[in-house]
Protein backbone atom coordinates (compact mmCIF):
# COMPACT_ATOMS: atom_id res chain seq x y z
CA UNK A 1 0.00 0.00 0.00
CA UNK A 2 1.20 3.29 -0.67
CA UNK A 3 1.59 5.54 2.47
CA UNK A 4 0.42 8.97 1.74
CA UNK A 5 2.21 10.56 4.75
CA UNK A 6 5.31 12.14 4.17
CA UNK A 7 8.16 11.85 7.02
CA UNK A 8 8.18 14.60 9.16
CA UNK A 9 11.03 17.26 8.35
CA UNK A 10 14.32 17.16 10.50
CA UNK A 11 15.79 20.62 10.88
CA UNK A 12 19.06 18.88 11.60
CA UNK A 13 18.62 17.07 7.73
CA UNK A 14 20.43 19.25 5.12
CA UNK A 15 18.32 20.87 2.56
CA UNK A 16 17.81 18.15 -0.45
CA UNK A 17 20.35 19.21 -3.31
CA UNK A 18 18.06 19.62 -6.87
CA UNK A 19 19.17 17.13 -9.91
CA UNK A 20 18.16 17.29 -13.06
CA UNK A 21 18.79 14.15 -15.59
CA UNK A 22 19.78 15.05 -19.02
CA UNK A 23 19.19 12.36 -22.22
CA UNK A 24 18.46 11.93 -25.58
CA UNK A 25 19.87 9.78 -27.77
CA UNK A 26 23.44 9.44 -29.44
CA UNK A 27 23.85 12.61 -31.44
CA UNK A 28 21.22 14.41 -30.69
CA UNK A 29 23.72 17.48 -29.36
CA UNK A 30 24.04 17.15 -25.64
CA UNK A 31 27.41 17.32 -25.54
CA UNK A 32 26.98 20.57 -27.43
CA UNK A 33 24.09 21.83 -24.69
CA UNK A 34 25.60 20.99 -22.01
CA UNK A 35 29.25 23.08 -23.25
CA UNK A 36 27.51 25.98 -23.45
CA UNK A 37 25.17 25.67 -20.51
CA UNK A 38 28.68 25.28 -18.25
CA UNK A 39 29.60 28.51 -19.47
CA UNK A 40 26.52 30.19 -17.92
CA UNK A 41 26.82 31.51 -14.02
CA UNK A 42 23.87 29.84 -13.26
CA UNK A 43 25.14 26.67 -13.14
CA UNK A 44 28.30 27.89 -11.05
CA UNK A 45 28.78 25.33 -8.60
CA UNK A 46 27.21 22.09 -10.27
CA UNK A 47 28.48 18.59 -10.30
CA UNK A 48 28.25 17.03 -13.62
CA UNK A 49 28.00 13.30 -13.69
CA UNK A 50 28.79 11.21 -16.54
CA UNK A 51 29.73 7.99 -18.13
CA UNK A 52 33.29 8.66 -19.08
CA UNK A 53 34.99 11.98 -19.49
CA UNK A 54 36.24 10.37 -23.00
CA UNK A 55 32.04 10.61 -23.91
CA UNK A 56 31.76 14.23 -23.57
CA UNK A 57 34.49 16.91 -25.21
CA UNK A 58 34.44 18.91 -22.24
CA UNK A 59 38.09 19.46 -22.61
CA UNK A 60 38.52 22.84 -23.17
CA UNK A 61 37.06 23.71 -19.73
CA UNK A 62 39.70 21.42 -17.70
CA UNK A 63 41.74 23.16 -15.48
CA UNK A 64 42.07 20.85 -12.42
CA UNK A 65 41.86 17.07 -11.32
CA UNK A 66 40.68 16.77 -7.82
CA UNK A 67 40.76 13.11 -7.99
CA UNK A 68 40.60 10.31 -10.34
CA UNK A 69 37.33 9.96 -10.51
CA UNK A 70 36.53 13.97 -10.53
CA UNK A 71 38.01 16.76 -12.29
CA UNK A 72 37.27 21.18 -11.48
CA UNK A 73 35.63 22.89 -14.55
CA UNK A 74 36.79 26.51 -15.42
CA UNK A 75 33.03 27.69 -15.11
CA UNK A 76 33.62 26.87 -11.27
CA UNK A 77 31.84 23.37 -11.72
CA UNK A 78 32.63 19.38 -10.78
CA UNK A 79 32.55 16.74 -13.31
CA UNK A 80 32.62 13.41 -12.11
CA UNK A 81 32.43 10.12 -14.05
CA UNK A 82 30.57 7.18 -13.57
CA UNK A 83 32.15 4.04 -12.52
CA UNK A 84 29.76 1.35 -11.91
CA UNK A 85 26.99 2.15 -10.49
CA UNK A 86 25.26 5.09 -9.93
CA UNK A 87 24.34 5.05 -6.60
CA UNK A 88 27.86 4.57 -5.38
CA UNK A 89 28.62 7.78 -7.23
CA UNK A 90 26.10 9.88 -5.75
CA UNK A 91 26.76 8.31 -2.54
CA UNK A 92 30.88 9.21 -2.77
CA UNK A 93 29.95 12.80 -3.51
CA UNK A 94 27.88 13.36 -0.62
CA UNK A 95 30.74 11.51 1.32
CA UNK A 96 32.93 13.95 -0.21
CA UNK A 97 30.99 17.38 0.29
CA UNK A 98 29.84 16.45 4.03
CA UNK A 99 33.79 15.66 4.88
CA UNK A 100 34.80 18.80 2.97
CA UNK A 101 36.93 17.55 0.69
CA UNK A 102 35.28 18.92 -1.93
CA UNK A 103 33.49 22.44 -1.53
CA UNK A 104 30.18 22.44 -1.53
CA UNK A 105 27.64 22.02 -4.64
CA UNK A 106 24.23 23.29 -5.23
CA UNK A 107 22.95 21.04 -8.06
CA UNK A 108 24.00 17.93 -9.74
CA UNK A 109 23.25 17.27 -13.39
CA UNK A 110 23.26 13.60 -14.88
CA UNK A 111 24.31 12.88 -18.12
CA UNK A 112 22.86 10.14 -19.60
CA UNK A 113 24.56 7.66 -22.64
CA UNK A 114 22.21 8.30 -25.90
CA UNK A 115 21.15 4.56 -25.56
CA UNK A 116 19.97 4.57 -21.87
CA UNK A 117 16.37 4.01 -20.69
CA UNK A 118 16.41 6.97 -18.04
CA UNK A 119 13.54 4.75 -15.83
CA UNK A 120 16.31 2.78 -14.04
CA UNK A 121 18.33 6.43 -12.97
CA UNK A 122 14.89 7.93 -11.85
CA UNK A 123 14.36 4.59 -9.70
CA UNK A 124 17.42 5.01 -7.89
CA UNK A 125 16.57 8.78 -7.20
CA UNK A 126 13.12 8.66 -6.26
CA UNK A 127 13.62 4.78 -4.18
CA UNK A 128 16.47 4.81 -2.62
CA UNK A 129 16.11 5.64 1.21
CA UNK A 130 19.01 7.97 1.53
CA UNK A 131 19.71 9.60 -1.74
CA UNK A 132 15.78 10.28 -1.88
CA UNK A 133 16.25 12.59 1.72
CA UNK A 134 19.64 14.54 -0.09
CA UNK A 135 18.45 14.90 -3.54
CA UNK A 136 15.44 15.92 -5.08
CA UNK A 137 14.82 15.15 -8.90
CA UNK A 138 13.94 18.46 -10.71
CA UNK A 139 13.30 17.74 -14.16
CA UNK A 140 14.46 15.29 -16.80
CA UNK A 141 15.37 16.87 -20.00
CA UNK A 142 15.44 15.15 -23.19
CA UNK A 143 17.74 16.35 -26.21
CA UNK A 144 15.99 15.29 -29.79
CA UNK A 145 17.70 15.84 -32.79
CA UNK A 146 15.66 17.92 -35.63
CA UNK A 147 17.05 16.57 -38.60
CA UNK A 148 17.27 12.70 -37.44
CA UNK A 149 14.61 12.23 -34.93
CA UNK A 150 12.10 11.26 -36.14
CA UNK A 151 14.10 8.23 -37.43
CA UNK A 152 15.44 7.67 -34.02
CA UNK A 153 12.10 7.19 -32.85
CA UNK A 154 11.19 5.14 -35.36
CA UNK A 155 14.27 2.85 -35.22
CA UNK A 156 14.71 2.84 -31.26
CA UNK A 157 12.36 1.77 -28.36
CA UNK A 158 15.24 3.68 -26.17
CA UNK A 159 14.22 7.46 -28.02
CA UNK A 160 10.64 7.02 -27.57
CA UNK A 161 11.08 6.29 -23.99
CA UNK A 162 13.40 9.44 -23.37
CA UNK A 163 10.89 11.43 -24.88
CA UNK A 164 7.95 10.09 -23.00
CA UNK A 165 9.18 10.91 -19.59
CA UNK A 166 10.68 14.08 -20.08
CA UNK A 167 9.48 17.39 -18.24
CA UNK A 168 11.02 19.79 -21.00
CA UNK A 169 12.50 18.68 -25.01
CA UNK A 170 15.34 20.17 -26.23
CA UNK A 171 14.72 20.25 -30.22
CA UNK A 172 18.49 21.12 -31.92
CA UNK A 173 19.74 21.36 -35.07
CA UNK A 174 16.84 23.13 -36.29
CA UNK A 175 18.77 25.37 -38.42
CA UNK A 176 19.58 22.59 -40.28
CA UNK A 177 16.28 20.55 -40.94
CA UNK A 178 14.73 23.26 -42.55
CA UNK A 179 11.10 23.04 -41.92
CA UNK A 180 10.65 21.03 -38.07
CA UNK A 181 7.34 21.28 -37.82
CA UNK A 182 6.66 17.36 -38.39
CA UNK A 183 9.36 16.51 -35.59
CA UNK A 184 7.50 19.14 -33.30
CA UNK A 185 4.23 17.81 -34.02
CA UNK A 186 5.24 14.65 -33.37
CA UNK A 187 6.99 15.30 -29.66
CA UNK A 188 3.70 17.06 -28.36
CA UNK A 189 2.46 14.16 -29.33
CA UNK A 190 4.27 11.76 -27.74
CA UNK A 191 4.61 13.86 -24.86
CA UNK A 192 2.21 16.61 -24.48
CA UNK A 193 2.58 17.89 -21.06
CA UNK A 194 6.40 18.91 -21.74
CA UNK A 195 7.31 21.94 -23.26
CA UNK A 196 9.52 22.21 -26.40
CA UNK A 197 12.59 24.72 -25.86
CA UNK A 198 15.50 25.91 -28.39
CA UNK A 199 19.31 25.01 -27.02
CA UNK A 200 19.94 28.77 -26.80
CA UNK A 201 17.18 28.86 -23.78
CA UNK A 202 19.39 30.06 -20.61
CA UNK A 203 20.54 27.38 -18.44
CA UNK A 204 18.28 27.71 -15.51
CA UNK A 205 15.17 27.87 -17.86
CA UNK A 206 16.11 24.39 -19.59
CA UNK A 207 18.01 22.52 -16.15
CA UNK A 208 15.88 24.23 -13.56
CA UNK A 209 12.48 22.49 -11.74
CA UNK A 210 9.71 22.72 -13.58
CA UNK A 211 8.03 22.35 -9.82
CA UNK A 212 9.88 23.09 -6.37
CA UNK A 213 8.44 19.53 -4.47
CA UNK A 214 9.16 21.97 -1.63
CA UNK A 215 6.19 23.94 -2.50
CA UNK A 216 8.44 27.30 -2.68
CA UNK A 217 7.86 29.35 -6.10
CA UNK A 218 5.84 26.26 -7.50
CA UNK A 219 4.44 26.61 -10.92
CA UNK A 220 1.93 23.40 -10.63
CA UNK A 221 0.32 23.56 -14.31
CA UNK A 222 4.06 24.14 -16.00
CA UNK A 223 5.30 20.89 -13.69
CA UNK A 224 2.24 18.83 -14.46
CA UNK A 225 1.25 20.00 -18.09
CA UNK A 226 -1.87 19.24 -17.64
CA UNK A 227 -3.25 22.43 -18.98
CA UNK A 228 -0.76 21.65 -22.60
CA UNK A 229 -2.14 18.07 -22.70
CA UNK A 230 -5.54 19.07 -22.60
CA UNK A 231 -4.98 21.46 -25.85
CA UNK A 232 -3.67 19.06 -27.16
CA UNK A 233 -6.12 15.77 -26.92
CA UNK A 234 -9.00 18.99 -27.84
CA UNK A 235 -9.99 17.94 -31.25
CA UNK A 236 -11.51 21.75 -31.64
CA UNK A 237 -8.04 22.90 -30.14
CA UNK A 238 -4.88 20.82 -31.50
CA UNK A 239 -4.04 18.42 -34.01
CA UNK A 240 -2.97 16.00 -32.21
CA UNK A 241 -2.33 12.60 -33.94
CA UNK A 242 -2.14 14.72 -37.27
CA UNK A 243 1.43 13.69 -37.97
CA UNK A 244 1.84 10.46 -35.47
CA UNK A 245 3.93 7.53 -36.91
CA UNK A 246 2.52 4.67 -36.00
CA UNK A 247 5.47 3.79 -34.04
CA UNK A 248 4.29 5.89 -31.37
CA UNK A 249 0.76 4.47 -31.03
CA UNK A 250 1.53 2.43 -27.86
CA UNK A 251 2.64 5.65 -25.99
CA UNK A 252 -0.23 7.78 -24.60
CA UNK A 253 -0.60 10.67 -21.83
CA UNK A 254 -3.56 11.28 -19.90
CA UNK A 255 -4.66 13.74 -16.72
CA UNK A 256 -7.39 12.14 -14.44
CA UNK A 257 -8.69 15.35 -12.50
CA UNK A 258 -11.43 15.51 -9.56
CA UNK A 259 -12.85 18.91 -8.34
CA UNK A 260 -13.74 17.39 -5.31
CA UNK A 261 -11.28 15.89 -2.66
CA UNK A 262 -10.49 12.60 -2.73
CA UNK A 263 -11.31 9.92 -0.18
CA UNK A 264 -7.65 8.88 1.38
CA UNK A 265 -8.23 5.29 1.02
CA UNK A 266 -9.53 5.30 -2.40
CA UNK A 267 -6.94 7.27 -3.50
CA UNK A 268 -4.51 4.56 -1.97
CA UNK A 269 -6.21 1.63 -3.49
CA UNK A 270 -6.35 3.18 -6.82
CA UNK A 271 -2.04 4.01 -6.60
CA UNK A 272 -1.15 0.63 -5.57
CA UNK A 273 -3.94 -0.93 -7.57
CA UNK A 274 -2.07 0.72 -10.35
CA UNK A 275 1.29 0.21 -9.47
CA UNK A 276 0.84 -3.59 -8.94
CA UNK A 277 -0.75 -4.52 -11.91
CA UNK A 278 0.42 -2.11 -14.50
CA UNK A 279 3.80 -0.88 -13.07
CA UNK A 280 5.73 -2.10 -16.45
CA UNK A 281 3.63 0.19 -18.37
CA UNK A 282 3.59 3.22 -16.52
CA UNK A 283 6.48 5.41 -17.64
CA UNK A 284 5.39 8.20 -15.81
CA UNK A 285 2.72 9.55 -13.16
CA UNK A 286 2.88 13.11 -11.60
CA UNK A 287 0.51 14.61 -9.88
CA UNK A 288 -0.44 16.89 -6.91
CA UNK A 289 -3.69 15.44 -5.35
CA UNK A 290 -6.67 16.87 -2.90
CA UNK A 291 -7.55 14.54 0.19
CA UNK A 292 -10.84 14.41 1.66
CA UNK A 293 -9.03 14.25 5.02
CA UNK A 294 -6.78 17.04 5.04
CA UNK A 295 -7.61 19.15 1.33
CA UNK A 296 -5.93 21.97 2.14
CA UNK A 297 -2.23 20.60 2.27
CA UNK A 298 -2.30 18.96 -1.27
CA UNK A 299 -0.14 15.77 -1.73
CA UNK A 300 2.13 15.69 -4.27
CA UNK A 301 3.03 12.32 -5.72
CA UNK A 302 5.56 11.12 -8.70
CA UNK A 303 6.60 8.21 -10.25
CA UNK A 304 8.52 6.19 -12.86
CA UNK A 305 6.81 2.35 -13.98
CA UNK A 306 6.57 0.49 -10.25
CA UNK A 307 8.55 2.91 -8.36
CA UNK A 308 6.68 5.59 -6.37
CA UNK A 309 8.17 8.23 -4.62
CA UNK A 310 7.29 9.16 -1.45
CA UNK A 311 4.49 11.67 -1.35
CA UNK A 312 5.15 15.41 -0.23
CA UNK A 313 2.39 17.19 1.71
CA UNK A 314 3.06 21.14 0.76
CA UNK A 315 1.47 23.23 3.64
CA UNK A 316 -0.62 25.19 1.62
CA UNK A 317 -1.46 25.15 -2.60
CA UNK A 318 0.59 26.67 -4.40
CA UNK A 319 -1.75 28.14 -6.99
CA UNK A 320 -5.71 29.40 -7.28
CA UNK A 321 -6.70 25.91 -9.06
CA UNK A 322 -7.48 23.14 -5.90
CA UNK A 323 -8.21 20.89 -8.69
CA UNK A 324 -6.82 16.87 -8.29
CA UNK A 325 -4.75 16.11 -11.19
CA UNK A 326 -2.55 12.92 -12.32
CA UNK A 327 -0.80 13.18 -15.92
CA UNK A 328 0.40 9.50 -16.73
CA UNK A 329 2.49 8.50 -19.40
CA UNK A 330 1.25 4.74 -20.83
CA UNK A 331 2.86 2.45 -23.40
CA UNK A 332 0.52 -0.68 -24.38
CA UNK A 333 -1.95 0.29 -21.42
CA UNK A 334 -5.80 1.41 -22.59
CA UNK A 335 -6.23 4.85 -21.51
CA UNK A 336 -9.97 4.36 -21.26
CA UNK A 337 -9.32 1.00 -18.75
CA UNK A 338 -7.13 3.62 -16.11
CA UNK A 339 -10.21 6.43 -16.44
CA UNK A 340 -12.29 3.82 -15.73
CA UNK A 341 -10.49 2.39 -12.73
CA UNK A 342 -10.46 6.60 -11.70
CA UNK A 343 -13.96 6.84 -11.82
CA UNK A 344 -14.42 3.80 -10.10
CA UNK A 345 -12.23 4.20 -7.22
CA UNK A 346 -13.75 8.14 -6.96
CA UNK A 347 -17.55 6.12 -7.03
CA UNK A 348 -18.51 8.50 -9.99
CA UNK A 349 -21.53 6.45 -11.92
CA UNK A 350 -19.90 4.91 -15.10
CA UNK A 351 -22.33 1.79 -17.33
CA UNK A 352 -18.53 0.20 -18.07
CA UNK A 353 -17.01 1.17 -14.92
CA UNK A 354 -15.12 -1.87 -13.34
CA UNK A 355 -16.13 -2.88 -9.48
CA UNK A 356 -12.97 -1.15 -7.52
CA UNK A 357 -13.74 -3.38 -4.76
CA UNK A 358 -13.63 -6.26 -6.64
CA UNK A 359 -10.53 -5.25 -8.17
CA UNK A 360 -8.58 -4.30 -5.60
CA UNK A 361 -9.72 -8.16 -3.88
CA UNK A 362 -8.88 -9.51 -6.93
CA UNK A 363 -5.77 -7.82 -9.21
CA UNK A 364 -5.87 -11.06 -11.74
CA UNK A 365 -9.38 -9.45 -12.72
CA UNK A 366 -7.83 -6.53 -14.38
CA UNK A 367 -8.45 -6.97 -17.90
CA UNK A 368 -5.84 -5.93 -20.56
CA UNK A 369 -5.07 -3.16 -22.42
Not at 106 to 118: F, K, M, N, S, W
Not at 195 to 204: K, T
Request: negative net charge; hydrophobic residues 45%.
Amino acid sequence: MIQTTAPAPDPRRPEPIPLTVLTGFLGAGKTTLLNRLLRDPALADTVVIVNEFGAIGLDHLLIETVDEDMILLGAGCLCCTVRGDLIATLEDLLRKRDNGRIRPFRRVVIETTGLADPAPILHALIYHPYLVLRFRLQAVVTVVDAVTGAATLDAHPEALRQVAVADRIVLTKTDLAGDATGIRRRLAALNPAAPIDRPDAPAEALLGGLFGLDGKGADVRAWLGDAALARAQDPDVGERGADVNRHDASIEAICLTSETPVPRPAFEMFMDLLRSGHGPKLLRLKGIVALADDPERPLVVHGVQHVFHAPLTLPAWPDPDHTSRLVLILRDLDPAFVRRLWDAFLGRPRVDAPDAAALFDNPLAIPGP
